[in-house]
């Protein structure tokens, strides 16, 4: 007997309409009405929003760069910045280019700067986490040949219409199926006792997603050389 055959393919995706249906029937229930529909892609765009408080979704890992203008201290981050990851002065470009290391600061001791104005290359920045990121550098650069390359987290882009995919691998699929279920039941009456449930599965889906989602690079420990006092007392 001949073995069987695949489909030879690897598309298998969900569009919003049809991960709305999944997590309605996963709830207990299925999608009957166009508020049904709406309620659950509202809750969808919170969803996102609860993820990236998570941590590092890799997919969301985003580089941007600021050109950098002569006494001008501080800039507008990217409008969908959720969290900073790391930032460099960049003087010059292409095989000429020098990137140097800046050391991320507190407003603390940013305040306690005693000539805010001094310029010179800049190495130190103090974020501004308000509604728009900003980035306060010290000393202010001195003139227009410097660029700030920095990368962040950025926000999951919104549900938007039916027929979008979301925006994220397909390996978090069964996590975002799971974690709409759950999020749908909590706002059913009638499907209350299935929450517990469905609150476990999602939250295993999600760490087994985010377990794989991850950076696989070599890890090296170097003893400390010396001997080193840890008196306590």
């Known amino acids: 007997m001949a073995a069987p055959t695949t489909s030879g393919t690897v598309a298998f995706k969900l569009d919003i309409l049809q991960l709305c249906e999944e997590a309605w029937e996963r709830a207990g229930r299925e999608m009957r009405t166009g508020y049904d529909l709406r309620t659950a892609r509202r ?10 408080n998570r941590g590092i979704n890799l997919w969301t890992v985003t580089e941007a760069t600021v050109s950098l203008t002569d006494g001008t201290k501080t800039y507008a981050l990217a409008d969908d910045m959720v969290s900073f990851l790391e930032g460099t002065v960049r003087q010059g470009s292409g095989t000429s280019q ?34 728009r990121h900003t980035v306060t550098f010290w000393p202010v650069p001195p003139d227009d040949t410097f660029t700030f390359v920095y990368w962040y987290l950025r926000r999951i882009e919104d549900a ?14 069964p996590a975002l199926a799971s974690g709409l279920a759950y999020y749908i039941a909590m706002k059913q009456p009638e499907l209350e006792k299935r929450v517990p449930t469905l609150k476990a599965i999602y939250e295993e889906q999600f760490e087994l997603a985010a377990s794989e989602d991850r950076t696989k690079t070599p890890l090296v420990f170097v003893p400390l050389a010396g001997y080193v006092d840890m008196d306590f007392s």
């Not at 809750?43 to 990236?52: A, D, G, P, Q």
């Not at 800046?102 to 130190?124: D, F, G, V, W």
Request: hydrophobic letters at 30%; proline letters at 5%.
């Open 43 to 52: 809750s969808l765009n919170i969803m996102f929003l609860e993820w990236s």
């Open 98 to 131: 020098t990137d140097y290391s800046l050391t991320l600061i507190s407003a603390s001791t940013y305040a306690q700067r005693t000539n805010k104005n001094t310029e010179a290359r800049p190495t130190e920045m103090y974020l501004d986490r308000q509604n």
């Open 160 to 173: 938007g219409t039916n027929t979008n995919n979301p925006d994220m691998p397909e390996r978090f699929i």
